[in-house]
């Protein structure tokens, strides 16, 4: 695990200068505090942070080919590396390390542009062929790993965290407007949009050519599919499950440091901690991390986790915050990110991985399981809906739909029911908000006047409609997932993921999302995956020999963050003079009389406001550290 940065002026042909490739490997430093690298070829220049994790004396980057023909860095592990030496050696190739940053250079060398479909693992890799002129950036399938790049007068630079891009000559980091509307929108900013002008992020399972005197070549070689095949029984997807899910975790234990597991006591930590346990014969050498919230009449994991810890053996750490150390932390985390996000469980996942660091190196971890087996409960409220649907006939629902708007805004149900009320007839996009997210009336008045007006145009689906190109196949709830997978996962879930872990110098690992199992995935039908009583049901039944009855039956919670009492305290005056006084690039965003009442009506008790007003918080912060950024460039 590292940290990439480099320039390729294709269009100017100008030297890189090596300050601009340091001052990007700076601002990147604790990714890679084992050692630093770079690379200069005229108008070519690659930098690199190393986390050594594999091959501690010969996996020093930038990798170099035996001639001098290639240069190549990367961030992530491939984890079939030994499998990718043996086939390459039966090709008459002899590796010079036992790195894995070798197994993907000697790929390229044998397999050319094809080489990414090789590879099984988490990575962004940068490799400069001399002898073609050619810069190849990639990007792993499901997006584990970042890639930001931006396209300038001379050429590209890019860098595995949007920070380091920020100062460099040419680089528009102004708000992007759009992405602001996004974000306010859904919470985060949809790929490859990034929340300022001038970069992007090089979407998954794409990779992106680059040579002098031609236009950029763009090449997607993988994009996830649903696609249900009904042709196997329950036992047959349970027993393909388990045996891939067991190689997945197997694959992921490869390591030359010391390695843990993130353990929540739920579903899928257990799964990873008790395979973990199977595959290695005990777990006498193997750690396991827990953190949470603990005040007064909060919900946490430590009881869950513990019993589960106890169960396996690990040697278990628990971390417990109180609500004033989870708001410095949400506003730390904050200011770490690349992009806001409207998620107050980054601070406990920051904290969590640097409890693990203070251990290990590496740490496996769950995600991805929801958005592929079908974990979260909006996935059993849209088969609910769908059910709903398929006993009504359309025409029907199209003259329901006045009634059920009246019904949904006369007061008479609760605020949950109206939004499931209002799914039934929406279009699938807006019922995908609906779910998920999003407050079109709440949003409206957070913003200032002149905003409100600007975005007054838009039709807040455009984020949430480009995803659904078919990837979902014919099922509804499929075709939620694929975006799920496309969107929320990479452009949250995994970016808090990669950036809370590589804040602590840690690896995070992630086998459920190994390619081969998620394909599995797609194919296996909804109606195996989510019932009107639970989601990820065959999952379950799958790993059913390692998971005890109260971890399967158990309500999922997932990092519960106490912040209806956080915001009501000291800590929230803080957040609200914080807010009261915009950075330059937040000012003039939102309504602040209105932020006001958001806290009065809060603080006493008239409404629950904890998650927009993490939004705006989360925004607030995160621009401060971007302006602070610009300043020092």
Known sequence: ??????????????????????????????????????????????????????????????????????????????????????????RGVHPRTKSDTEAVLLAYEAYGLDFPKKLNGMFAIAIWDEKRRRLVLVRDRLGVKPLYYAITADGVVFASELK????????????????????????????????????????????????????????????????????????????????????????????????????????????????????????????????????????????????????????????KLSAEENGALLIESAALLDEPLAEPMVAQLLAVCRLARKHVTVVLSGEGADETWFGYYAYRTMYAIELAQSLVPNVALEKLGPLVDRIAS??????????????????????????????????????????????????????????????????????????????????????????????????????????????LAARVPARFKVRPNDQKAILKRALRDRLPRDVVTRRKVGFPTPLKPLFRGPWGKQAEEALMNPTPMSKGLFDLDFVRTMFRDHRDGANDYSMPLVQLLMFEYWARAADALDRAS
Not at 478 to 496: E, F, I, K
């Open 410 to 519: 006369s007061g008479r149900v609760s605020a949950k029911v109206a939004k499931h009320l209002r799914n039934l007839t929406e279009p699938l996009e807006r019922r995908y908000l609906g779910l998920n997210y999003f407050d079109p009336v709440l949003k409206r008045r957070m913003l200032a006047p002149a905003v409100r007006e600007e975005f007054a145009g838009r039709d807040e689906r455009e984020a949430m409609r480009r995803l659904y190109d078919g990837a979902g196949g014919p099922e509804t709830i499929s075709q939620m997932a694929a975006v799920d997978c496309r969107g929320w996962l990479v452009d949250n879930t995994l970016l808090r993921s990669d950036l809370m872990s590589m804040a602590a110098s840690v690896e995070l690992r992630v086998p459920f999302l190994d390619y081969r199992l998620v394909e």
């Open 164 to 319: 380091a891009l920020r100062g460099m000559p040419g680089v528009d980091t102004t708000l992007d407007r759009a992405a602001f509307d996004e974000f306010m929108t859904v919470g985060y900013v949809v790929n490859p949009r990034t929340i300022v002008r001038g970069v992007r992020k090089l979407e998954p399972g794409t990779m992106l050519v680059f040579e002098e005197s031609k236009e950029p070549l763009r090449e997607v070689y993988w994009r996830l599919q649903f696609a249900p095949d009904h042709s196997k029984s329950s036992s047959e997807w349970e027993d393909e499950t388990r045996a891939l899910f067991e190689d997945a975790v197997k694959l992921r234990l490869r390591s030359d440091v010391p390695l843990g597991v993130l353990l929540s006591g739920g579903v899928d930590s257990s799964a990873i901690a008790a395979t973990v346990a199977r595959l290695q014969g005990g777990t006498a050498g193997v750690d396991s991390f827990c953190t949470g919230v603990d005040v007064p009449g909060a919900i946490n994991e430590f009881a869950w986790a513990r019993s589960m810890a106890d169960r396996i053996g690990t040697r278990h750490h628990e971390l």
């Open 1 to 90: 695990m590292c940290g990439i940065a480099g320039q390729f002026n294709f269009v100017s042909r100008a030297s890189v200068r090596q300050a601009d490739l340091r001052r990007m490997a700076t601002r990147m430093a604790h990714r890679g505090p084992d050692g630093e690298g770079f690379h200069l070829s005229g108008p070519v220049g690659f930098a690199h942070k190393r986390l050594a994790i594999i091959d501690l004396e010969g996996g020093y980057q930038p990798m170099t080919s035996a001639d001098g023909a290639l240069a190549m860095v990367y961030n992530g592990e491939v984890f079939n590396y030994l499998e990718l030496f043996d086939e390459l050696r039966g």
